[in-house]
């Protein structure tokens, strides 16, 4: 599998408009990958509660129009990162959205875990219910955002529902990089899987963003990291080891406490 994750950059110069039109160009710049990944929020940016209100759209509201068609015409994958979602409930969400090469939309998570504590997210949005796992030719995906990675215990139902390959949308900030550097090689060890983690670049709404995406295989191995900015992040990735690794180190077999099932779609 060849993944390239676009640490797209996100400013408070830039349309959302605009930036929809250049994610989409880089997207479409990547044909002959298998699967793309882009950043958490990256329509409205993910520290600007301000604009998530005007910002907010449906799933099949003019990003995932522009996401389904760039995924189209490069003939990938495409996990188009996570946009303020309005619900036919009036609630908003932040939520994910997967194509596949055609541009149908094959899966769709609502982030689980909010952060904010008392503002952001954990204020103005409603939280995902669902483990969301998507099946592809070259592995399964199961998807989480951002704040998610913090929570063992979802990457372990994800796993339980199948997952090879996690693959993380993110706006993690810059002052906790060294954090977010841990905690994705954590979840791709205890998981034996492998982690594609992409994080927005630039700095937006005074928050600088960590940049360093990251592709790391079930070892906790870096394949790929990238640096500050704007930058797309490619690698070969691949998957069957990651049955090799499981049968070679039995972890997942040898658990003791299991934790309650989740609902996975």
């Known amino acids: 599998m060849r993944a390239s994750l676009i640490q797209l950059t996100v400013s408070d110069t830039e349309s959302a408009d605009e930036r929809r039109s250049r994610a989409a160009e880089l997207v479409r710049g990547r044909a002959g990958d298998d699967l793309v990944v882009l950043p958490e929020l990256w329509t409205t940016g993910a520290w600007a509660y301000d604009a998530w209100e005007a910002g907010a759209e449906p799933v099949d509201g003019p990003t995932a129009r522009a996401m389904s068609e ?6 990938v994958w495409l996990h188009a990162g996570t ?3 309005r619900g036919d409930d009036g609630a908003l969400r932040n939520t994910a959205l997967v194509f596949d090469r055609t ?4 899966g769709v998570y609502r ?3 909010r952060y904010g504590f008392t503002v952001g997210e954990a204020a103005q949005m409603a939280a995902g219910r669902e483990v969301v796992t998507v099946t592809t030719e070259f592995g399964i995906l199961g998807i989480a955002t951002c704040y998610d990675l ?3 215990e979802l990457f372990r139902a994800l796993v339980d529902a199948g997952t090879e390959i996690l693959v993380l949308a993110s706006a993690w900030p810059a002052r906790r990089r060294e954090q977010w550097r841990i905690l994705v090689r954590a979840r791709a060890v205890e998981e034996q899987a492998v982690v594609l983690a992409c994080c927005a670049g630039g700095t937006h709404s005074e ?4 940049d360093g995406s990251l592709i790391v295989d079930p070892w906790g191995t870096v394949l790929a990291e990238a640096g500050e900015g704007e930058e797309v992040l490619t690698a070969d990735v691949d998957v069957d080891v990651v049955g090799a690794i499981r049968e070679e180190l039995p972890v997942l077999r040898d658990r003791v406490l299991a934790i309650p099932a989740l609902p996975a779609r």
């Open 103 to 106: 541009g149908a939309l094959r």
């Open 207 to 210: 928050m600088k963003q960590a």
């Open 111 to 113: 982030k689980i875990h």
């Open 70 to 75: 760039a995924a189209s015409a490069a003939g």
């Open 150 to 152: 913090r929570f063992p």
């Open 83 to 85: 946009l303020v979602e």
